[in-house]
T-cell receptor, first 111, second 110 residues
Framework: DAGITQSPRYKITETGRQVTLMCHQT?????MFWYRQDLGHGLRLIYY???????DKGEVPDGYVVSRSKTENFPLTLESATRSQTSVYFC??????????FGPGTRLLVL | QKEVEQNSGPLSVPEGAIASLNCTYS??????FFWYRQYSGKSPELIMS????GDKEDGRFTAQLNKASQYVSLLIRDSQPSDSATYLC??????????FGPGTRLSVLP
């Protein structure tokens, strides 16, 4: 199916564990983004990528790692999860820096 | 720090009325402006984009942009209960960063 997908949709983990959130898009969009959404903060950019093998930090990158070896995939890794990383994570893609298409989100709970 | 501000609401309007949502931004270099709708528990979906001063209409939605005042608004005519959602304003300056406002929660009362 065409579009942007995220997996898992829900994840419960413990502090200190490594967690990887997956994002896959089928449009061949060059730009991809990771956001977290928390009450009171709205959407905050974690990392973005302009193309395969090109990534850059957003507003809140600490504690996160990204990679982009293929245009269609943009995984986000929490190297050592903390309770403050409990959030809803959205992946988005864009062609030419116009509007973004968002994935369905991943709800992450860190105990 | 580039900022986008919105009233958090909730904004309550009766069914059939006009809902007016407002957004201000701090970066004068901003070039692209977007309104997203987000239903509870769902992802944001684009409903309007505007790039030049003035009004842009799409069905019941009208986006208004005033770059001199650094102000963008969204009007929803003939509001329906199904319009009840959080509306996010987003701004881009043709760089890689889209900056989102905190959102305004709209409630349309039957």
């Amino acid at each position: 199916d065409a579009g942007i997908t995220q997996s898992p949709r829900y994840k419960i983990t413990e502090t200190g564990r490594q967690v990887t959130l997956m994002c896959h898009q089928t449009w061949s969009h060059s730009y991809m983004f990771w956001y977290r959404q928390d009450l009171g903060h709205g959407l905050r950019l974690i990392y973005y990528s302009a193309a395969a093998d090109i990534t850059d930090k957003g507003e809140v990158p600490d504690g996160y790692v990204v990679s982009r070896s293929k245009t269609e995939n943009f995984p986000l890794t929490l190297e050592s999860a903390t309770r403050s990383q409990t959030s809803v994570y959205f992946c988005a893609s864009s062609d030419g820096l116009k509007f973004q298409y968002f994935g369905p989100g991943t709800r992450l709970l860190v105990l | 720090q580039k900022e986008v501000e919105q009233n958090s609401g909730p904004l309550s309007v009766p069914e059939g009325a006009i809902a007016s949502l407002n957004c201000t931004y701090s970066d004068r270099g901003s070039q692209s402006f977007f309104w997203y709708r987000q239903y509870s528990g769902k992802s944001p979906e684009l409903i309007m984009s505007i790039y030049s001063n003035g009004d842009k209409e799409d069905g019941r939605f009208t986006a208004q942009l005033n770059k001199a005042s650094q102000y963008v608004s969204l009007l929803i005519r003939d509001s329906q209960p199904s319009d009840s959602a959080t509306y996010l304003c987003a701004v881009n300056n043709y760089g890689q960063n889209f900056v989102f406002g905190p959102g305004t929660r709209l409630s349309v009362l039957p």
